[in-house]
């Protein structure tokens, strides 16, 4: 399927969206506010059920209003003609509005829509203040690379170093994957691209929350069809569930080949855990050794 069609749009659309319910639901959101049509205001201790059954009570004492039809000399028997009732007024179209890429948007602006390179996507983002990551942030952490680069890493959120230095993996997780680049794979940092899925860093380094990674991801998703990379490499579990739009842990997705738009997916254990976890280097070696071939490098 062409995935610029509407019908891949839209199944994108449906996925994020889908992805994003869930996302709050785990968080303990059990549902959504919707705005009362039939009450102007509930009065303090009235229960809604109340209020609406008061509702309905006034609008059936309300009389009807009839239109006065005039009385003219009829025959027995004779059909008063219909009144022809008022055509309604045109109610005028509401201009129609951009829409803004704020929390939990599915939709880019068309400003971003319309950007042509990462420097330009990088402008436009400004000094982002669409989510509350803003507040505490020292840098936005943009993302750092070849803007044609055959691999792309994707991470989850910059930490304390990331934050002070506005670049993606400087820190210790940062100085593992380098190793990994750089001695594992016998590429160059600068061959390859790194981002993350959240441009700004969490207080205390916390996972990113479902608000905040629906604001950045339309980002994200700008900077991977700017670089049209052939293979991305997700970081740890937020980085690819966020991608493959699943819930399903990292240790079963990881080692195996997933589809993002057409780019082939490699999920694997983030570096962080790595640092906690060293026997389980192993495993990463094992997905970096198939993106090696796939890239015709093993």
């Known amino acids: 399927m062409d995935a610029h069609s509407p019908r891949y749009l839209l199944l994108q659309i449906v996925a994020s969206l889908r992805h994003y319910l869930e996302s709050l639901q785990e968080g303990g959101v059990t549902g959504l506010p919707v705005t009362p049509t039939q009450i102007d205001a509930v009065p303090c201790g009235e229960s809604e059920p109340q209020a609406r059954a008061r509702a309905v009570e006034a609008a059936q004492k309300q009389p009807h209003q009839a239109a006065r039809v005039p009385t003219f000399a009829q025959p027995p028997h ?10 309604p007024k045109p109610v005028p179209a509401a201009p129609q509005q951009e829409v803004i890429a704020q929390a939990g948007d599915l939709f880019l602006s068309s400003s971003i829509r319309t950007v042509q390179t990462l420097e330009e996507l990088r402008a436009e983002i400004g000094e982002c203040q669409r989510c509350k990551l803003c507040r505490e942030r020292t840098h936005i952490v943009f993302g750092v690379g070849n803007p ?13 170093d990331e934050d002070l230095k506005a670049e993606p993996f400087v820190g210790r997780a940062g100085q593992l994957l380098t190793e990994i680049i750089t001695k594992g794979m ?13 441009k700004c860093r969490p207080p205390e380094n916390r996972n990113p929350e479902p608000d905040e990674i629906a604001a950045c991801e339309p980002f994200l998703i700008k900077q991977l069809e700017l670089i049209r990379p052939r293979i991305i490499v997700a970081l740890g579990t937020f980085a690819a569930q966020t991608l493959l739009k699943s819930k399903t842990p990292i240790s079963r997705l990881r080692g195996i080949w997933h589809s993002y738009q057409g780019i082939k997916v490699m999920p694997t254990l983030h570096p962080a855990y790595l640092l906690r976890n060293p026997h389980d280097k192993r495993l990463v070696w094992q997905d970096i050794q198939a993106v090696l071939r796939e890239l015709g490098r093993l």
Do not use: C, H, Q, W
């Open 78 to 87: 004779a059909a008063t003609p219909p009144i022809p009732s008022p055509a």
């Open 186 to 198: 016998k590429m160059r940092r600068e061959d390859v691209y790194i981002a993350n899925v959240v």
């Open 148 to 160: 044609r680069a055959e691999l792309v890493f994707v991470g989850e959120a910059p930490g304390r």
